[in-house]
């Protein structure tokens, strides 16, 4: 996909070390906010996309869990 900028998120409004991310990609036709988080061992990353091609394809959304 590329390198993109990202936005690190602390757990809470305290601050303290990263407890997740998001990054944003533009293909030209479809647009991906891509979120990561850490969960009981488990990486969760979710996908909401948005078509931007006027196909009238609704916008959808994914979610994928990774274990080491």
């Known amino acids: 996909w590329g390198e993109v ?3 690190l998120y602390a757990a ?3 601050g303290g ?3 997740g ?3 944003r990609y533009d293909f030209g036709f479809l647009e991906t ?3 990561a988080y850490f969960k009981g061992g488990l ?5 909401f996309n948005r078509f931007l091609d006027g196909s ?4 959808y959304f ?3 869990f990774y274990h080491r």
């Open 5 to 7: 900028e990202g936005e």
């Open 12 to 14: 809470t409004v305290a």
């Open 17 to 19: 070390p990263a407890a």
């Open 21 to 23: 991310f998001t990054a």
């Open 33 to 35: 906010l891509l979120t």
């Open 43 to 47: 990486l969760v990353l979710d996908t």
């Open 56 to 59: 009238g394809r609704p916008p």
């Open 62 to 64: 994914t979610r994928e």
